[in-house]
């Protein structure tokens, strides 16, 4: 009787259920972590919409906190409002550079821990 995970294979003899989770484990939990931030910033924040903040030093009335605003600039950088971006918060570029090159040193030390070697 054939099972599904051997009916369904790759030209190589892997599923595609294994293929996602060698995908998966390759990025890690930590840059599934950025990624899902930078996905998040990118399709469904909202930066014009002011909303409850947890951040002590704003909640203790201070105007300007060193980190308030940095996640509005990189939302407001992936939907195009550059002008916006560096008003909230001039990080916002190099938060960004610094996360996909974290998340590719990841994926790269991961590639070279995982990856067979032959002989």
């Not at 990118?42 to 996640?71: D, R, V, W, Y």
Request: glycine share 8%; aromatic share 16%.
């Amino acid at each position: 009787m054939n099972d599904i995970s051997t009916s369904i294979k790759s030209k190589h003899g892997q599923s595609p259920v294994y293929r996602l989770f060698q995908s998966i484990k390759l990025v890690g939990f930590e840059g599934f972590i950025w990624i899902s931030a930078l996905v998040y910033l990118a399709f469904f924040n909202n930066p014009f919409k002011s909303h409850f903040t947890i951040c002590p030093l704003s909640n203790a009335g201070f105007e300007h906190c060193p980190g308030c605003g940095l996640g509005n600039s990189v939302s407001f950088l992936f939907n195009g409002y550059f002008s916006e971006s560096f008003d909230t918060h001039l990080l916002g570029i190099p938060a960004i550079i610094i996360i996909v090159y974290r998340v590719y040193s990841i994926i790269k030390f991961n590639y070279n821990k995982v990856k067979p070697t032959t002989k």
